[in-house]
């Protein structure tokens, strides 16, 4: 018998009790999208946490720290850097410095901020992926990248008393420089503990980094090439080391080779991503926990559509046995009624998955409106629900099979039909 | 055509610790040539239909040999037995077996979807089928549209679709009027002679038994060659 035409028996067959079938799919329907919804939560808490935490750090970075040896602790060397960088799956080292003492940024003798100065490698920082909104990475000693929010902090001073000045209204605001720093000349000072300025020199701002990722942070870097790092750092009067070096790799399944390979080399490393190996195993176990709850749900619809099954086939059993009578082909018999049991579980996840997708949309939109009404505040941004394909794909491939597996003895019980005793019970 | 030889057959009755069996067939022999119409006669239990049952695979035989078409059929599983019988048989019942939620058309189609034939080619044969057998006009017609005598010419028109070795007829006449019956023995009468289609029938009736070749009659479980109160060939 050709699989069309078994299909087109099935579909007959399911026709004939629209109401008995439409009441098994909408049970296995309302299972099938509890066990998505449920689940969903898992996988909504579970994203809004991971991208909360790599928000901080890319969770492609490795922090990079020295080395303990007898209970010494030993700072990232030159040496330790190529090694890092020879390390498989790293696709760049940036080694920064940072000045510790008292720096400034003035421009046009007009405009001053204190700022944060980074001694790096541009080189690895455009391979680390470094981002800019505007402009490009420097090409020769005196240009520098200066960060996101420095047009913000630069204000304007007096000349003479060097004290900033402010708006004349009540409010006493400092005025910011406020506009586009891209290839404007700054000079960058630094001074040493006595706050003697011992460092002077005037840059050309060719690069400004990207706004950070979080929106709290005001970026106020100004990041210097290492031509000149050595000097810069006995001028400030610090020891020649790395104070934060990190290591790049170009997707996220790699940081954990990276970091478990460093870690062997005797590195003291960092990354989010190990953070979160814990709080991955949680949510696994957690999604876990709940598509097994949900799963029950769908074995309670398997009930409807095992008596469903069992009943058609009771109602069938004269036809099933004129028809093997005629030489049907028991197995096909047995095809056509797991068929009809799948086409219950499908349609009924079908249905699901659509109401589910429903109630996920809903909840990410309703659930934050009545926390920000009643918790007072604002800006809640967190997905509670989220269905990846992956999770449609488990909830179909339960209830499909659940839906089988429960048309199985009705099947079977099909296939045995007696064709005498079949055709003895009258039509 | 068919060859039985020495077959036996008991009815296991009763439920645990009261078993019992009746002893239906006792070595019953057999042999039916290919174009022949063979009618079985019998007392009412004397067990025609049991023989029947074996003939079509619905039952097994407790000892004997049943050869068809040259190929011995005795031990035969049970999916061997269905591609057999959809292979080589047409079946006539005695209260027709028309599957009540098809269409005339669809319940004469219906042997030919169970072989797979394609729906073009399938279709076209039941036309033509139903066409010759007078029933064009009530195709659409479900089972319980449809008078007796109709229901019979489809469950005929059924058994001749897949152009088979042997049909098998329980009683085809059995709850029809004289005419129509007339209708159906000369139907039969045709087909036999057109197509050179084997029959084996199993009638109460003196009108089927004389259209028959041969008329073979059961009585205490043994078969009594060519012998019989019915014994008056064409
Ligand atoms: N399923 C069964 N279980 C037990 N005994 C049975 C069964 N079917 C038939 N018998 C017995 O087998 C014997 C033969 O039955 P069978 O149906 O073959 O008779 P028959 O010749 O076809 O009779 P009829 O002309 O009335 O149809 C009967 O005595 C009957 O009681
Ligand atoms: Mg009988």
Redesign the pocket.
Known sequence: MKLVDQLGFVKRNMKKNKLRIFMTVLATTMGCSFLIVLASIGFGLQNSLMEEASSHQPLTQITVNGKMIDETYHEVTEEDLATIGATENVSAVVPQSRIYSHSEVTLEDEFRASVEGIITNFEAEKNSNFRLSEGEFPENENEIIVGYHLHEVLNKFDRTTLEYITTGDSNEELVSYDSNLLGKIVTFSFMDDSSETVFTDEYKIVGIADEPARDWVQDRSVYIGDERREDLLSLAGQEDFYNNVTAHVASVDQTEGVTNALKEEGFMVYSISEELRGINVFFTAFKAGLIFVGTIAVLIASIGIFNTMTMAVTERTHEIGIMKALGANPSVIKRMFLFESASIGLLGSLFGVAIAYGVSIAANFFIPLILEATTNSEGIDITFSYIPLQLVLIATGISVTVACISGFRPAAKATNVNV??AL?REA | MINVEHLHYS???GKKGKKST?P?LKDVNLEVGKGEIVSIV????????????LLSGYITADSGKITINDRDVTNLSEKEWAKFRLEHFGFIF?NYELIPSLTAFENVELPLTLKGVPRKQREERTQILLESIGLSAHEDHYPNELSGGQQQRVSIARALITEPDIIFA??PTGSLDSETEEDVLKLIKDLNKNRNITFLM?T?DQEVAAIADRTLK?HDGKMNQERGVYFEAR
């Open positions: 005498l005793s003895r | 009815y296991k009755i009746v239906v019998g007392r009412s239990g004397s067990g025609k239909s049991t023989l029947l049952n005695q329980d009683e199993i109460h059961i």
